[in-house]
């Protein structure tokens, strides 16, 4: 692990192992220019998620990019989120810009240059796959966000994931299936890995959406900064506290209108009262 500008940078066991095998291959040059083009890639979430005053954590670099880890204390909104995750991919399209640039001139040409291009071109394209971590799950999250309560936005970004990341292990079987060729190993591993890591992440939305519940008093601070409408959740007085809290949109600040039998309204509850009581394990709103 490295500590470097406020961060820890690491490197996931999948990425050392491919660059001890291109050690005994002969492609060290092709996996340093592999490291070159993931570190900038992260670097472009950095620097788009500090621009918004974002603090980063850390970065564990993959073989087909990376992890920027981010506090999110209420300030990471959807479109945010979108232009976090878009900052990456924009740095493989710049890196490809730059090198063209370089081949027009002169400059740089031969076979190092097409796989420069192509390694960006292919690192980018990948990341926009709508799979967490990857950027395009990131972005899959962000458009849910804006039209689905955050506990809906949490399940179906997941399961998004875990079948794009169930294809991709298809598709790199499908040649040995097919009897046109061989498993596409490295694709494999990294579809496993993909999948594998969902896998989990579903099984742990409770406490993910825990978590989202403790950073909702920072979240209204910044609505009551803002002069933000508040968003009404009308339930019956019966309801569960968890079934109510998973109406929560990420970017709105709720009042709860309970109804009784009768479908009058008794009481007007503010959030922080719900997300309270939830927390306490209080029944009782």
Not at 38 to 63: D, K, M, T, Y
Not at 164 to 180: H, Q, R, T
Not at 226 to 249: C, E, H, N, Y
Not at 266 to 275: C, D, N
Request: charged residues 15%; glycine residues 8%; hydrophobic residues 55%.
């Amino acid at each position: 692990m490295i500590k470097w500008g406020g961060m820890s940078i690491s490197f996931h066991p999948l990425f050392v192992l491919i660059m001890l095998a291109s050690v005994f291959t002969g492609h060290f040059l092709e996996l340093l220019a592999l490291f070159a083009i993931v570190f900038v890639h992260e670097l472009g979430h950095v620097g788009c998620a500090r621009l918004f005053g974002i603090p980063v954590l850390s970065i564990q670099l993959l073989p087909f990019g990376g992890v920027a880890v981010m506090e999110d204390t209420g300030q990471l909104t959807a479109g945010r989120e979108l232009a976090i995750a878009l900052a990456g991919p924009a740095q493989n399209l710049l890196m490809i810009a730059i090198s063209w640039v370089l081949h027009a001139a002169g400059i740089w040409e031969g076979p190092f240059f097409s796989y420069f291009v192509e390694s960006n071109f292919l690192i980018a394209m990948f990341n926009l796959l709508p799979i967490l971590p990857l950027d395009g799950g990131k972005v899959a999250q962000a458009l849910c966000s804006w039209v689905l309560p955050y506990h809906a936005t949490l399940v179906w970004s997941l399961r998004i994931s875990l079948i794009f990341s169930l294809l991709v292990v298809v598709y790199a079987v499908v040649p040995l299936l097919s009897g046109f060729g061989d498993v596409q190993l490295n694709l494999l591993l990294v579809g496993a890995f993909l999948l594998y890591s969902n896998l989990m992440d579903y099984r742990n939305i409770p406490y993910r959406f825990v978590r989202f519940l403790v950073n909702r008093e920072n979240a209204f601070t910044l609505h009551l900064l803002r002069g933000s409408l508040a968003q009404p959740i009308v339930t019956d007085k019966m309801k569960p506290l968890d079934q109510i809290l998973r109406l929560f949109r990420r970017e709105k600040y709720h009042f709860i209108y309970i109804m009784n039998s009768r479908g009058k309204i008794v009481a007007v509850v503010p959030e922080q009262r719900v997300v309270s009581s939830y927390l306490r394990g209080d029944p009782g709103a």
